[in-house]
């Protein structure tokens, strides 16, 4: 969990290391350092390796296990997969490696590469989007619902005042229309709505304790048997 920083920030918490970081090089959080974020509010990200070199690739992913998951990183790239920065269920050294030197090829018309992150790849019939927007008058709101293509085709989210309680966070995801699908149907698998619940009040104690975030997008997320796969983080400064 976090402690003191060292420094204050204008809201009158201390700064995280990460975002002190970000804020000194004028950018947002890269991925790998969202991930480390949640990590330190106590957030279960999937593991993960930030490599520089094809050899680190396909190392970190043998260390992973296949199939793996990867995605450029860079602050000059949002919407990685329009790009081609983004490949998924890829089962061996070769498929790692050409999707590597792809990625770092984006570099070429002046883009910053800063690397790029592996996952163990990981896909479900549900995706939720969780995150926060923070709102000039009622500060940090936080945000559930379906995820994916589904957050435009639906637009079925919930909405909070952080901070949440449990059972505050209990009541939003309960009045998403979806939550039946929540609660898995026809023999599909259901979300693991305790540590749906969890991640709200997480998010909402994180989102008050780092003013200097201005939104967090998780999206899409995946429900597990017991927990969450967050597949995508981005925080906003």
């Known amino acids: 969990m976090i402690i003191d920083h060292g420094r204050a920030s204008s809201g009158g918490f201390p700064l995280h290391p990460l975002i002190e970081k970000a804020k000194t090089r004028a950018r947002h959080l890269l991925e790998p350092e969202a991930l480390e974020l949640l990590q330190d509010y106590g957030i279960s990200a999937p593991h993960y390796r930030w490599v520089r070199t094809e050899e680190e690739a396909i190392e970190a992913a043998e260390a992973l296990g296949w ?66 927007v923070r709102d000039a008058q009622f500060g940090p709101v936080i945000t559930v619902g379906l995820g994916g293509i589904w957050v435009e ?34 023999g599909k698998k259901g979300a693991d709505i305790e540590a ?5 009040v997480r998010l909402s104690r ?8 201005r939104e967090i997008d998780l999206n899409p997320i995946f429900p597990l048997e017991k927990g969450l796969f967050i597949a995508d983080a981005r925080i906003i400064l």
Do not use: C, N, W
């Open 67 to 132: 199939p793996v998951a990867l995605k450029v990183v860079s602050p000059d790239i949002l919407h990685k997969t329009d790009l081609g920065g983004v490949a998924l269920s890829l089962q061996d050294r070769s498929a790692v490696a050409k999707a590597f030197s792809r990625m770092i090829s984006l570099g070429r018309d002046g883009k910053k590469i800063e690397g790029v992150l592996l996952t163990p790849f990981q896909s479900h019939d549900i995706e939720l989007l969780v995150g926060m």
């Open 153 to 186: 085709a639906l637009g079925d989210v919930a909405y909070g005042i952080a901070p949440l309680s449990m059972e505050e966070s209990e009541v939003m995801i309960r009045s998403m229309k979806s939550y039946p699908v929540l609660l898995g149907l026809r």
């Open 206 to 213: 994180m989102a008050l304790a780092e003013s200097g975030i």
């Open 196 to 200: 749906l619940g969890e991640l709200l």
